[in-house]
């Protein structure tokens, strides 16, 4: 079956530190997958993507890591900001980008302590 | 930067009444997407749409669910006759061959 589900639901950490947030995900067959940021009230916001021919790519302060091997994505924010506070969802979907549904994680939330 | 406009954001409704969730996907987009939130719990697949018919739909979308594409710019969701469970945030998404997803900001409908 599919599924993409998240290790924490919440994680804090002190601003200017640097956060990890987990992702498995089940379905092999899986080719792209996406973190998005959701804040309160808003609709998801995209952060990163990556193909699965990748297991590394970097963005401006994040950084998302795939691991086929163990079916398991991250995103590394560097330098933790209050306004990176908000509900993280990683998501999975196979094909072109856009094309098919994609499947949502659970969310973790991030909280970020001055 | 182009967005995915959604409205209303907040509809309050009666149990058994039919809605109407509108969106404007991006101009140049050529699939288009409604999920749903419920409070607290993840995003879930509606239904997909693309060369004005729907290409694919979860099971959540039931008799009671319709999509339309009426004008070349919007991008309507009806729920026929709600129930309670059907409150929840509804997304419309869009996307062109390539690119990911935008989403709008969400209306939030409220059965009571």
């Known amino acids: 079956g599919e599924s993409v589900g998240l290790h924490l639901p919440t994680l804090s950490v002190q601003e200017g530190d640097n956060s990890i947030i987990n992702c498995a995900y089940s379905?092999?067959?899986?080719?792209?997958f996406i973190w998005y940021k959701q804040e309160s009230g808003k609709g998801p916001q995209f952060i990163i993507d990556?193909?699965?021919?990748?297991d590394k790519r970097q963005g401006q302060r994040v950084t998302v890591l795939l691991n086929k091997t163990v079916k398991h994505l991250s995103l590394q924010i560097a330098a933790t900001q209050p306004g990176d506070s908000a509900v993280y969802f990683c998501?999975?979907?196979?094909?072109?980008?856009?094309?098919?549904?994609?499947?949502f994680g659970t969310g973790t939330r991030l909280k970020v302590l001055a | 930067e182009p967005e995915v406009t959604q409205t209303p954001s907040h509809q309050v409704t009666q149990m058994g009444q039919e809605v109407i969730l509108r969106c404007v996907p991006i101009?140049?987009?050529?699939?288009f997407y409604w999920y749903r939130q419920i409070l607290g719990q993840k995003v879930e697949f509606l239904v997909s749409?693309?060369?004005?018919?729907?290409?694919?739909k979860s099971e959540i979308f039931d008799d009671q669910f319709s999509v339309e594409r009426p004008d070349g710019s919007n991008f309507t969701l009806k729920i026929r006759s709600t129930k309670l469970e059907d409150s929840a945030m509804y997304f419309c998404?869009?996307?062109?061959?390539?690119?990911?997803?935008?989403f709008g900001s969400g209306t939030r409908l409220t059965v009571v």
């Open positions: 990556i193909r699965s021919n990748m």
């Open positions: 998404a869009s996307s062109g061959t390539g690119s990911g997803y935008t």
């Open positions: 101009s140049n987009h050529l699939y």
């Open positions: 998501a999975e979907t196979k094909g072109p980008a856009g094309t098919y549904k994609y499947i």
């Open positions: 379905n092999s067959a899986s080719d792209y």
């Open positions: 749409f693309y060369n004005n018919e729907i290409s694919e």
